[in-house]
């Protein structure tokens, strides 16, 4: 079953659904989450993904932060970081109109019930619910009931926990699902991400799957295209050097571009399935393929034999599949060498 977000469905055969995933790049400041929008619609993604939430409802003071985070961000506590890195309602109230005007979609993973709140608020199209929060059961059911589209991120997470999460939002009211493979590391390493688990999962739960990307690079997310992913979700910055959790897993500006310009092109390469001559193609075939012709030159009323034909190009007479069916025939005509053999000109 497709999943609508606005007027885009996301599902097998529709247009990959691209999420420019900013997070908490802008390192809580509003004048770069801004920019962050205008970035994600030059480079032609469908949304742009923000991470909504207050520190003081998710981390405990004393919760340490991730090896990744520490790396990133060296020493402090998950509450210190992810503290500056909130943005306030007003703030976020401006982006979503910021969005709007720029006609690109506003999402936001939620990490508490007020925040889902909050952007049911808003209005925002659809849910996603981030990988770390699959078996926080409470705010599955919070976010179900308020019957919008749901990304549900896997991360982190078996087949049977995925099956209890959807378990949940569908017993609270969720109708629309898509799931995200995805494998919870900053970065990610291409020998882990097992892209071939997205046919696991579409199997298993017969719902629109599409990819949650941590890698480096964009060779994983075209990849991912090509596997038909439904959904396509990547982290990007401003500028990777800036101090914060995420940006060095992140593409840059000029990367997102690249990345959406050559998943759309292999949207296009993928074509229907169906085995079929292209127009540009029946010119080739024309000057490529070999037709039967004389070796030498044949008197009318001769019987031809093998020695007597050749078979080149172009391939506008007949097929050297038919050589079998001309030998043995009576020429009609003179027929000189390098000419065509037609059924017109033997008998």
């Known amino acids: 079953m497709d999943v609508k977000i606005a007027d885009r469905a996301i599902g097998e055969g529709k247009p990959c659904f691209i999420i420019a995933e900013a997070g908490v ?12 929008v205008d970035t994600a619609k030059k480079a032609g993604a469908d949304a742009i993904k923000f991470q909504i939430f207050s520190a003081e409802r998710v981390i405990t003071k004393i919760a340490q932060k991730a090896a990744y985070q520490r790396k990133a961000t060296g020493k402090g506590s998950q509450y ?27 999402l936001a993973s939620a990490f508490d019930e007020g925040s889902v709140d909050f952007l049911d ?22 976010i179900a009931e308020k019957k919008k589209p749901i990304l549900l991120s896997t991360g982190m997470s078996t087949l049977k926990e995925v099956a209890g999460a959807l378990s949940v939002l569908k017993a609270g009211g969720a109708r629309e699902i898509a799931l ?34 941590h890698t480096l690079g964009i060779t994983v997310p075209i990849a991912a295209a ?30 997102l571009r690249e990345m ?30 070999r037709s ?19 078979c080149k ?24 060498r390098d000419e065509k053999i037609t059924w017109k000109k033997i008998k």
């Open 25 to 36: 790049n802008h390192n809580g400041k509003f004048s770069l989450a801004k920019k962050m």
């Open 80 to 106: 210190e970081m992810l503290k500056k890195l909130e943005l306030n309602e007003d703030e976020f109230r401006k982006l979503a109109a910021h969005a709007r005007r720029k006609n690109i979609i506003f």
């Open 121 to 142: 608020e808003l209005k925002v199209l659809a849910f996603k619910v981030p990988s770390g929060e699959i078996t926080n059961f409470p705010l599955l059911k919070h």
């Open 180 to 213: 995200l493979h995805c494998v919870s590391d900053y970065p990610a390493r291409a020998e882990d991400i097992n892209l071939r688990a997205m046919d696991t999962l579409k199997r298993k739960f017969r719902l629109p799957v599409g990819f949650s990307d």
């Open 226 to 255: 090509a596997l038909r992913a439904t959904v396509i979700e990547k982290h990007f910055t401003l500028d990777r050097k800036l101090p914060g959790p995420d940006h060095k897993a992140s593409l840059e500006p000029h990367e």
């Open 260 to 289: 959406v310009a050559h998943i759309r092109e292999v949207e296009k390469a993928l074509g229907d399935g169906i085995k079929r001559l292209t127009k540009s193609e029946e010119e080739v075939k024309k000057a490529t393929r």
């Open 292 to 310: 039967i012709v004389a070796k030498t030159d044949i008197k009318m009323g001769t019987v031809i034999t093998p020695t007597m034909l050749t």
């Open 313 to 336: 190009r172009p391939g506008d007479g007949l097929q050297p599949k038919f050589l079998g069916k001309v030998v043995g025939k009576v020429a009609r005509v003179d027929i000189k």
